[in-house]
């Protein structure tokens, strides 16, 4: 298992602020991803975290929009810059974690609740 | 078509019943499946994982996959009101990545 610690867990920023949101894991993960869960909807995947490389971004997202650092196996950071209210969502971090039964086993952050005034 | 699909509900059952969550997926090649159970307010957390074809039990939940219809279903028996939340269907596919798929989720409510 894998525990994650989120934070912030929740924000109220303005329109054209940024924020960062940290995830730090109790071991060591090869990937980390990041998703956003809109009001009533469903996970979307952000963008996948890799330790030494740049982050693999998922159809509608960019790196100028959505930065990702993963400066080491246990820690990375999504920032959402130049918000407007459109990215008012929860933003969570997740890690996987293979071997055993239940491969590729997704666990979760406690999601950071953002809202953009 | 969206890659993973559930009826969005709200399915209620009463206490005591079994309740039926369905999924269907988009990608043939798919082979990682995996239910998850949301609380509100809460991050997702996973409940049971299936690989083959068949039916999968774990306690009072049982999953059942047919790669043929592309289809995905979670059983839980003697609902209990703890059970409800919403409940997401999940899928690896096929495209030579590690990233999960979610479907929008079906919401249960289980009434005492």
């Known amino acids: 298992s894998a525990v994650i610690s989120q934070k912030p867990s929740r924000d109220i920023c303005q329109r054209g602020t940024s924020l960062t949101i940290q995830c730090q894991v109790d071991?060591?993960?090869?990937?980390m991803f990041w998703y956003r869960q809109q009001p009533g909807q469903s996970l979307t995947l952000i963008a996948t975290a890799n330790q030494g490389s740049e982050a693999t971004y998922e159809s509608g997202f960019v790196i100028d929009k959505f930065p990702i650092s993963r400066p080491n196996l246990t820690f990375s950071t999504l920032t959402v810059s130049n918000m407007s209210p459109e990215d008012s969502s929860i933003y969570l971090c997740s890690v996987e974690v293979a071997g055993g039964a239940t491969n590729e086993k997704l666990f979760f952050g406690s999601g950071t609740q953002l809202s953009v005034l | 078509q969206k890659e993973v699909e559930q009826n969005s509900g709200p399915l209620s059952v009463p206490e005591g019943a079994i309740a039926s969550l369905n999924c269907t997926y988009s990608d043939r090649g798919s082979q990682s499946f995996f239910w998850y159970r949301q609380y509100s307010g809460k991050s997702p957390e996973l409940i049971m994982s299936?690989?083959?074809?068949g039916d999968k039990e774990d306690g009072r939940f049982t999953a059942q996959l047919n790669k043929a219809s592309q289809y995905v279903s979670l059983l839980i028996r003697d609902s209990q009101p703890s059970d409800s939340a919403t409940y997401l269907c999940?899928?690896?596919?096929?495209?030579?990545?590690?990233?999960?798929?979610f479907g929008a989720g079906t919401r249960l409510f289980v009434k005492a």
């Open positions: 071991s060591q993960v090869t990937m």
């Open positions: 999940a899928v690896i596919p096929n495209t030579g990545g590690f990233k999960t798929i």
């Open positions: 299936i690989y083959s074809n």
